[in-house]
T-cell receptor, first 113, second 114 residues
Framework: DAKTTQPNSMESNEEEPVHLPCNHS???????IHWYRQLPSQGPEYVIH???SNVNNRMASLAIAEDRKSSTLILHRATLRDAAVYYC??????????????FGEGTQLTVNP | EAQVTQNPRYLITVTGKKLTVTCSQN?????MSWYRQDPGLGLRQIYY???????DKGDVPEGYKVSRKEKRNFPLILESPSPNQTSLYFC?????????????FGDGTRLSIL
């Protein structure tokens, strides 16, 4: 999987929007951009994914740059329960590799009351 | 409720004593996999299975075995555990194996090998 770069940590205040950036300059045309998060003592949880267009779901929005070399996960109103490690992952399907997720170190999001 | 269930959640055992961590999913997913998570190394894939009776190695398969006799179950077997297998383990599943399918993870199994 292609490499992604995320800040190690970010802070936000409760009920404010959060923009989590991810750089993926070596992305290929067939790579999907996935975001997962991991709350303390839990397994990773799927947040959102996209290919080219911006995406919205009940958890977040994903803004993808026109050249696809970067993306931003947007939490519209952060809550204390959103404090977690957020992983940006490029996922491609391979006949021999299956559909593994290659996790980096992610961004530790702290939400202040 | 759609879920991936791992058992046990915690286990302390000794070197060389065979153990099995079970994983079961109720979503009729074809694809299942095992990851281990270690500080500073992130999550790394151990084994994966594309369907019943089809398994293959991930990035760190040494010291582990898996089997996929039924679609819902994907146990991880440590035939002769060693201290370097002390880790947090996660099972995951997804429908098909396309790159646009989200994976569902279990809550993890923390293994300590003494």
């Amino acid at each position: 999987d292609a490499k992604t770069t995320q800040p190690n940590s970010m802070e936000s205040n409760e009920e404010e929007p959060v923009h989590l950036p991810c750089n993926h300059s070596t992305i290929s045309g067939t790579d999907y951009i996935h975001w997962y998060r991991q709350l303390p003592s839990q397994g990773p949880e799927y947040v959102i994914h996209g290919l080219t267009s911006n995406v919205n779901n009940r958890m977040a929005s994903l803004a993808i740059a026109e050249d696809r070399k970067s993306s931003t996960l947007i939490l519209h109103r952060a809550t204390l329960r959103d404090a977690a490690v957020y992983y940006c992952i490029l996922r491609e399907y391979g006949e021999t590799s299956g559909s593994r997720l290659t996790f980096g170190e992610g961004t530790q999001l702290t939400v202040n009351p | 409720e759609a879920q991936v269930t791992q058992n046990p959640r915690y286990l302390i055992t000794v070197t060389g004593k065979k153990l099995t961590v079970t994983c079961s999913q109720n979503m009729n997913h074809e694809y299942m996999s095992w990851y281990r998570q270690d500080p500073g190394l992130g999550l790394r894939q151990i084994y994966y299975s594309m369907n019943v009776e089809v398994t293959d190695k991930g990035d760190v398969p040494e010291g582990y075995k898996v089997s996929r006799k039924e679609k819902r179950n994907f146990p991880l077997i440590l035939e002769s555990p060693s201290p370097n297998q002390t880790s947090l383990y996660f099972c995951a599943s997804s429908s098909e194996q396309g790159s646009n399918q989200p994976q569902h993870f279990g809550d993890g199994t923390r293994l300590s090998i003494l």
